[in-house]
């Protein structure tokens, strides 16, 4: 058997044309007894290498049985002619995905390569957690009762018990001790910010 370029042959069953096969190609051209046509066809296939069989068989159907070769004997030292599959061409979706994870390969190589060379980034953010959250609720609520007590009791002693003057200050302590916390929540926001460039300075001072 072999093998061809898909453009070559037409679809269907194809085989080589050997000796007997173009000798009776040539002869069906000639035939008067045959279509036009079929003349046509037929000298047109003797001109090939290749020659599909249903066309081969319809010319020896129609010529004269008296003048045609034996099928069998016609076929005779003929191949199989098999059509190489059309090369799959890939989408511009899976196109488009490839390059993305080549790009992501290549840039996952890059860190490996300079891990040891560039400083870690700290991506914890403060209160990330669940257990962060509540822990700085309960520590806000706990802050702002106590400012609360604090201004109560201060305006009790102040203002001779009077019922007014002691939840205003009660109100005034709940309120600067949401002052405080927010004063404290921010310089430790600050200080987590900063914390990556102080390691970083550390590095570059040991390099």
Known sequence: MTTTEPTTNPPGLVISATEPIVSFLVSASKDPSLSQELR?????LSSRTNVPYKSLRALWSASDVASRPNLIQLLS????????????????????RLRKLAEMAERKE????????????????????????????LHVALTMFTGYLVGYAAFRALFNHSP?????????????????????FIIRSSSQDLRPSTSTSKQQKDQ
């Open 77 to 96: 030292g003929s191949d199989f002619v098999l059509t190489s599959p059309k090369t799959r061409e890939k989408s511009e979706e899976l196109k488009a």
């Open 110 to 137: 890059y860190a490996e390569l300079v891990k040891d060379i560039t400083p870690n980034k700290e991506t914890t953010e403060p209160f990330s957690s669940y257990k962060d959250q509540m822990g700085f609720g």
């Open 40 to 44: 046509e066809i037929a000298s047109d």
């Open 164 to 184: 007014a003057m002691n939840a205003a200050g009660g109100i005034l302590g709940l309120i600067c001790g949401m002052l405080v916390e927010t004063l404290l």
